[in-house]
């Protein structure tokens, strides 16, 4: 009896949910042929594997262009004859031309519970809006970002105290629970399908370091969930104190009602600050350029009062 030969699979993969999609083809032995990626940006703070490491140990072609604005990377991709293309994180939309080529489909894994949450960034949109579950989603590619058919969905539940680093984790290895749940169906050519419902829908665009500024204003737990969604390895929640920018890397919110102002300092040890709505209490900041300390070691080096206030 002669076995079925295994579908030609390109895979565009990026990050610790393209890591372990990646991984996860490996292990049903796909028929890869073309792993595209990205190059580590030395700028930015890398946690996850490197997709290129994994694919060149599995002496898989690598391909890193930024992109396919170029028609000469579309070719490429195209000259390796998909059947099956798969998206994980990868960051560039691809274009109609390479979404029709696979006779299998073009497919994409989404780090929310779609039509929650499309666009990017959206594990740390999840936190910054105090959501308590999100999951991920194997949907169709279409040239509309996160809009296609869904084949299949796993939620994964947030705790309270989760960073987008846990939640990252749980949701990459979500992923590939979900792609080998997927991935005869996919291989059938006919997987179930089900239409967004675009009245339900949500979008939300990239996050910049400058976005991690703190309003005072806001509630202690509007500001904790910043914290969370933003925290090492992210750049970071930060606030000023006599210009100087003062990061805020860890701490929790404290519901009880406060007379001070937003930002001011009520007491040093442990080091409490006044918000829009509730106290919350700074366990862990650092003036850039200066060592991580406790709030009250921050406090004492600063020569911090009660009633100064951070900006």
């Given at each position: 009896?002669?076995?079925?030969?295994?579908?030609?699979?390109?895979?565009c993969?990026?990050?610790?949910?393209?890591?372990?999609?990646?991984?996860?083809?490996?292990?049903?032995?796909?028929?890869?042929?073309?792993?595209?990626?990205?190059?580590?940006?030395?700028?930015?703070?890398?946690?996850?594997?490197?997709?290129?490491?994994?694919?060149?140990?599995?002496?898989?072609?690598?391909?890193t262009?930024?992109?396919?604005?170029?028609?000469?990377?579309?070719?490429?991709?195209?000259?390796?004859?998909?059947?099956?293309?798969l998206?994980?994180y990868?960051?560039?939309?691809?274009?109609?031309?390479?979404?029709?080529a696979?006779?299998?489909?073009?497919?994409?894994?989404?780090?929310?519970?779609?039509?929650?949450?499309?666009?990017?960034?959206?594990?740390?949109w999840?936190?910054?809006?105090?959501?308590?579950?999100?999951?991920?989603t194997?949907?169709?590619?279409?040239?509309?970002?996160?809009?296609?058919?869904?084949?299949?969905?796993?939620?994964?539940?947030?705790?309270?105290?989760?960073?987008?680093?846990?939640?990252?984790?749980?949701?990459?290895?979500?992923?590939?629970?979900?792609?080998?749940?997927?991935?005869?169906?996919?291989?059938?050519?006919?997987?179930?399908?089900?239409?967004q419902?675009?009245?339900?829908?949500?979008?939300?665009?990239?996050?910049?370091?400058?976005?991690?500024?703190?309003?005072?204003?806001?509630?202690?737990?509007e500001?904790?969930?910043?914290?969370?969604?933003?925290?090492?390895?992210?750049?970071?929640?930060?606030?000023?104190?006599?210009?100087?920018?003062?990061?805020?890397?860890?701490?929790?919110?404290?519901?009880?009602?406060?007379?001070?102002?937003?930002?001011?300092?009520?007491?040093?040890?442990?080091?409490?600050?006044?918000?829009?709505?509730?106290?919350?209490?700074?366990?862990?900041?650092?003036?850039?350029?200066?060592?991580?300390?406790t709030?009250?070691a921050?406090?004492?080096?600063?020569?911090i009062?009660?009633?100064?206030?951070?900006?």
């Open positions: 009896m002669v076995s079925k030969r295994s579908p030609r699979v390109v895979l993969a990026y990050s610790e949910v393209g890591a372990v999609c990646l991984e996860t083809l490996l292990r049903l032995k796909a028929d890869i042929v073309g792993v595209y990626t990205y190059r580590d940006d030395p700028k930015e703070n890398v946690w996850f594997r490197s997709v290129e490491a994994m694919a060149k140990k599995a002496r898989i072609p690598v391909y262009p930024e992109g396919f604005d170029n028609s000469r990377d579309v070719e490429e991709l195209l000259k390796l004859k998909p059947e099956l293309l998206s994980c990868y960051r560039h939309l691809l274009p109609k031309s390479l979404l029709e696979p006779s299998l489909g073009a497919w994409n894994m989404h780090g929310s519970l779609l039509p929650k949450y499309r666009g990017r960034a959206c594990i740390n999840a936190l910054l809006k105090g959501e308590t579950e999100t999951g991920v194997l949907h169709a590619m279409t040239e509309a970002p996160d809009k296609g058919d869904i084949l299949g969905q796993e939620i994964v539940p947030i705790p309270r105290h989760y960073t987008a680093l846990d939640l990252s984790r749980d949701c990459a290895a979500a992923a590939g629970r979900l792609l080998r749940r997927s991935w005869k169906p996919l291989l059938s050519g006919n997987p179930p399908r089900t239409p419902d675009q009245s339900r829908a949500s979008y939300f665009g990239g996050r910049k370091p400058e976005d991690g500024r703190i309003d005072w204003k806001a509630s202690a737990e500001i904790y969930n910043l914290l969370r969604a933003v925290t090492r390895p992210w750049p970071g929640a930060f606030t000023f104190r006599e210009g100087k920018k003062v990061f805020l890397w860890w701490g929790y919110p404290r519901p009880e009602e406060t007379s001070g102002s937003p930002g001011e300092i009520l007491s040093l040890d442990p080091l409490e600050i006044a918000t829009g709505k509730g106290i919350f209490v700074a366990e862990t900041l650092q003036t850039e350029g200066g060592p991580e300390q709030g009250a921050w406090g004492e080096t600063a020569k009062s009660s009633g100064q206030k951070l900006e």
